[in-house]
């Protein structure tokens, strides 16, 4: 049993580019490289990758980059969100893009790709960030 709607073509594209962004990553420090690619409510493919800074602090993740991308393409409806690394785990999306995800796609499906074989984890936002805060509860 899926707990996303997609298609198997669309699971396959997203992973597709995914993987593909991962060659944009500028990880010179870390040398993980993460790609991450968007399905939106308009059915384009959007992408990202990491990318990093010599202040540390200052780099952005994959997810983020993508998104930002998508506010400025001006699709903000989200559709689903992949991600992959160059490891065999799946990669698993950090506390801060959990929270840049909440405010545009609270429900959106977030796929997660192994970066060696075809293993796939897929979990809803609203399961990876539980009790989340976002921009209806600011008034
Ligand atoms: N990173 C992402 O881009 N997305 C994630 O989901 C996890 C971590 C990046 C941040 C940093 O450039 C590198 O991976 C190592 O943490």
Redesign the pocket.
Known sequence: MNNHNLTTEQVQALRDQCLAAREYAY?PY?K?R?GCAILTKAGSIVTGA?V?NASYGA?I???RTAITRCVMEGQKELQAIA?SSDMADC????GI?RQFIREFAPKVPVLMFSGQSDKMVCHTLEELLPLSFGPEHLH
């Open positions: 990880a870390s993980f993460v990491n990093e780099g993740c994959a997810e991600i990669v698993s999306p950090c893009c």
